[in-house]
């Protein structure tokens, strides 16, 4: 190994060989080397005469130059920090309800505000499908009116207004039927309130037709029964399960299903929907659907601050 060092290999490997980090074998190549060769031995006094002469870094000097890179780092996670806090400070002043019935009432009621259908919400009742709330709620001063309230839930927990519709009743006691998409799949959304004791079943009432086509005098009437458990509810069904169900219970073949509205039966089985006709002049008329599009300004905002939270925290941490 000694005879086939080359001149290139042992420059190489002097300046290790000077800050004694080459192993014994190694040592006594160059060493055998350096008596052979002139130009590897001048080579190797020049290199150690250089790295002699190199002054140490003071202490004080090295203590400064870290307390710099204690600095940026401490500043890169105060910028991060911030950064992460400024995102979130942008979400949750979207995704900022709870699902406690007053809180909901009150995001409602400054939901439709700014509307010429405005309400001032009570919520009655509500349920959770898949990450969506689903709110139903009555005006507190107009007995008749009530609605529906979507609200997403957000990775904090909290939910943010989607979508509301409100509807007028022409009865003092109230089934009203709301049809809405849940996840792309539709549903039959029931929402009861204000039911009287003699009420123990409601009805969703379906136009079917005889034959094919839409020919009055071929229409009949078929209904689906439902117990009432409480004053107020808030029932959900699937519309294919539903319509499935109309059919199969019908004693003949019709065509066309169609539900339109909902009736109310007492204990016998007798309707008693028009015992809870309101006088006319006690009739709110109101129809709306309220809808907010998905916030896309607010995770390109997000991405802005997030992006210049990087440029920042990249810039203190460059040398």
């Given at each position: 190994m000694k005879s086939e060092l080359k001149c290139t290999i042992v420059q190489d490997l002097l300046p290790n060989y000077i800050d004694e980090l080459t192993s014994e074998d190694t040592n006594e190549a160059i060493e055998s080397h350096l008596k052979t060769c002139g130009d590897c031995k001048e080579a190797y006094e020049q290199m150690a005469a250089d790295m002699g002469n190199m002054e140490k870094v003071p202490a004080v000097e090295l203590k400064f130059l870290k307390k710099i890179k204690r600095t940026r780092l401490m500043a890169a996670a105060l910028c991060i920090m911030a950064t992460v806090g400024l995102c979130y400070a942008l979400y949750a002043s979207e995704f900022k309800f709870t699902s406690d019935k007053s809180n909901l009432s009150a995001a409602i009621t400054e939901y439709?505000?700014?509307?010429r259908q405005s309400v001032d919400a009570y919520v009655l009742e509500t349920k959770e499908i898949d990450g969506l709330l689903i709110a139903t709620f009555k005006d507190q001063s107009r007995t008749n009116v009530n609605g529906l309230a979507f609200l997403k839930k957000g990775i904090n927990g909290r939910y943010r207004m989607v979508h509301a519709n409100i509807k007028t009743s022409d009865y003092f006691s109230v089934v009203h039927i709301f049809r809405e998409k849940i996840n792309s799949e539709p549903y039959y959304i029931?929402?009861?309130?204000?039911l009287s004791n003699e009420i123990k079943q409601y009805g969703l009432d379906y136009y079917a037709y005889k034959n094919p086509?839409?020919?009055s005098a071929d229409r009949v009437r078929q209904?689906?029964?439902f117990d009432v458990k409480n004053s107020q509810f808030l029932d959900i069904y699937s519309v294919k399960e539903l319509d499935s169900k109309v059919k199969r219970e019908s004693d003949e073949m019709l065509y066309d299903y169609n539900?339109?509205?909902a009736s109310m039966y007492n204990s016998q089985g007798i309707e008693i929907t028009d015992d809870f006709l309101m006088e006319e002049s006690k009739k709110d008329k109101m129809s709306a659907g309220i809808g907010t599009a998905e916030r896309?300004?607010?995770y390109v905002f997000m991405a802005i601050v997030a992006w210049i939270g990087y440029i920042i925290t990249k810039y203190i941490l460059t040398e």
């Open positions: 439709t505000a700014p509307f029931i929402s009861g309130y204000n086509g839409y020919n209904v689906v029964r539900l339109f509205e896309e300004m607010l």
